[in-house]
């Protein structure tokens, strides 16, 4: 028994993994095992009353050790096992099942923009998608039968409301809601009657600008367009105004970027022109000063309107305007890496 005994502890000593060590059970207490064949072994008819039981002890005690020094070993392996796991376990390694979502390239440009002019001071609002007639157009010096109408034909709702046509709609909204001195942005999506095709969309984005303060000049609106067109583009950028007319600024300009791909030489991009034309904006007419309850003999102001949806493309280089509204997941996707 003495042997047997130091025979498993070598054994188990020596084992390598759980296969192992089920041999060595297999080995001692199976049934034609070492232990097992101990009792049969032995010729109980030659043994006094008191040999037999202190066999049957010792038998019983060496069986006991075994079992337990084999369950010993087995947990041992079972936890070595679980320890390996754990180490193999790629923390870095991508997850498996749901993905995350991501951004739309105009919700990423829109965030974008929101922190420049935040940077800079300004409030962002955001104003309603459906809109009166007055503030999408009268209280913006376009009257009823004025020509400046065709070119923002909408959906009329049942209602007599319309779907905003551009973010301008929130000029007066805003001045009349907090006054002057006021710095604010207003992006957001605007809709209007077009014939769908690569640059043209039903469904598109603005951020519109409104600075209104003592003194404000064209020179502060240059300055303005400058510091953002650069922290968007990350690079210094040139600018020109040409004259642009809309009935809601005056004077009124149409603001050229620099082509950035060509550096101003000429390429398809830019038309062979060298400019791209980016920003409408203008110093805000009197009148809509008026319609918002300020005095345009005290204050003056300047009013832009970022085109988000050309951005977007042109920051991303998204060929097609119709991609953005396709809801396609495989379009955001691609951009969401800025994140
Ligand atoms: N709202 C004008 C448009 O959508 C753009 C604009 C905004 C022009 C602000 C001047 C000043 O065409």
């Known amino acids: 028994m003495q042997d047997i005994r130091e025979r498993l502890i ?28 101990l009792a049969k072994n032995v010729d109980f008819s030659k043994l006094t009353a008191d040999e037999k039981k202190g066999f049957g002890q010792k038998l019983n005690e060496l069986k006991q050790f075994a079992t337990e020094k084999i369950a010993a ?60 007639e007055f503030f999408c157009f009268e209280a913006l010096n376009i009257p009823h039968d004025h020509p400046a ?10 209602n007599q409301l319309i779907l905003r046509t551009h973010t301008s709609a929130n000029q007066v909204r805003t001045l009349r809601r907090f006054g002057a001195p006021i710095r604010a942005i207003f992006p957001g999506r605007c809709f209007r009657y077009e014939a769908i095709d690569p640059s043209h969309e039903n469904t598109f984005y603005q951020c519109e600008g409104l600075v209104v303060d003592k ?38 300009f149409e603001l050229d970027l620099n082509c950035l791909l060509c550096g101003g030489k000429g390429c398809p991009t830019c038309k062979n022109s060298g400019w791209i034309e980016l920003i409408p904006c203008g110093l805000v007419h009197p009148e809509v000063l008026r319609h918002g309850g300020i005095d345009p003999k005290e204050y003056s102001g300047f009013a ?20 953005l509204n396709c809801g396609d997941l495989r379009v955001n996707e691609q951009f969401s890496t800025l994140f």
């Open 215 to 252: 003194n404000v000049s064209v020179a502060n609106l240059i300055a303005t367009m400058r510091v953002i067109l650069s922290q968007v583009f990350k690079r210094d950028v040139k600018v020109r105004l040409r004259p642009g007319y809309f009935p809601f600024v005056e004077p009124g």
């Open 149 to 158: 109408r065709d070119m923002q034909d909408t959906f009329w709702l049942k």
């Open 304 to 323: 832009f309107g970022v085109g988000l949806t050309r951005l977007a493309m042109m920051k991303f280089g998204i060929t097609d305007i119709r991609y």
């Open 73 to 132: 070993a087995v947990d041992a392996y079972k936890e070595t096992a679980t320890r390996h796991k754990t180490n193999d376990l790629d923390l870095t390694a991508p997850g498996k099942g749901r993905r995350l979502g991501s951004l739309h390239p105009i919700t990423l440009t829109q965030m974008e923009l929101e922190d420049v002019f935040q940077g800079m001071g300004f409030s962002v609002l955001y104003g309603p998608e459906i809109e009166s």
């Open 10 to 37: 070598q054994a188990l000593q020596a084992a390598k993994d759980a296969a192992h060590v089920e041999q060595i059970r297999i080995d001692f207490l199976g049934r034609k095992g070492l232990i097992t064949q």
